[in-house]
C-alpha cells in the first residue's frame, strides 16, 4: 500500500438524529415490520452515510474538507449528530 | 460482558445502491460541492444505514430476522446492495 500524500483517500460521514430528534422513518419502519408479523419487532433508527473520495490528497487534507463538507452542506447542526472518519478505499 | 441468548442485539443493515444505478443524491452533493469551492470536488456515494435493536434475542437469530427484514421491506433487490451484520450496542 502506498503510503503518500498524493493518494485517493475515502472519508466516511455518517449522520444521525441528535437523541430526542423524532425519527419518522424509523418509526415507519418498525411499524411496518410489526403489520409483516416480525416478532420481536426491534427498535429501529437510521442514519445517512456520504463516502467522499478525494483524488490526490492527503487523509489528513481529506478529512478537513469532509468537515468542510459537512459544515457547509450535508448536515444540520440543530439536529444531526456527525461522525467524519477516514476509510481505506474500497 | 453477558453472552446469553437472551441479551439485545443490535444489526446494522447498509443499503447502497448497486453499481450502474444513477445516485441522484451523490451527483447533487458533487455538484453543490463545487459550487461552494470545495477542492478537488470528491466523488460522492450515499447509504442508508438501519439499525435495528432486537430485545431478548440471540446474534444469531437477530441476524435472521434482520435479513427477514431486508427482503421484506427495506431493500429492493434489482438496485440495492445490501450488509447485514450484527454490531455491539452502542
Not at 6 to 20: H, S, W, Y
Request: net charge positive; charged share 30%; proline share 8%.
Amino acid at each position: 500500500m502506498v503510503r503518500s500524500a498524493a493518494r485517493t483517500t475515502d472519508v466516511e460521514v455518517r449522520i444521525e438524529l441528535k437523541p430526542g430528534v423524532i425519527d419518522a422513518e424509523a418509526e415507519s419502519v418498525e411499524k411496518s415490520l410489526g403489520l409483516l408479523g416480525i416478532a420481536p419487532v426491534p427498535r429501529v433508527s437510521t442514519a445517512r452515510i456520504f463516502v467522499l473520495r478525494f483524488p490526490g490528497v492527503s487523509r489528513r487534507e481529506a478529512r478537513r474538507l469532509a468537515e468542510e463538507a459537512v459544515e457547509r452542506l450535508l448536515a444540520n447542526p440543530v439536529i444531526h449528530r456527525v461522525t467524519v472518519h477516514p476509510i481505506e478505499p474500497a
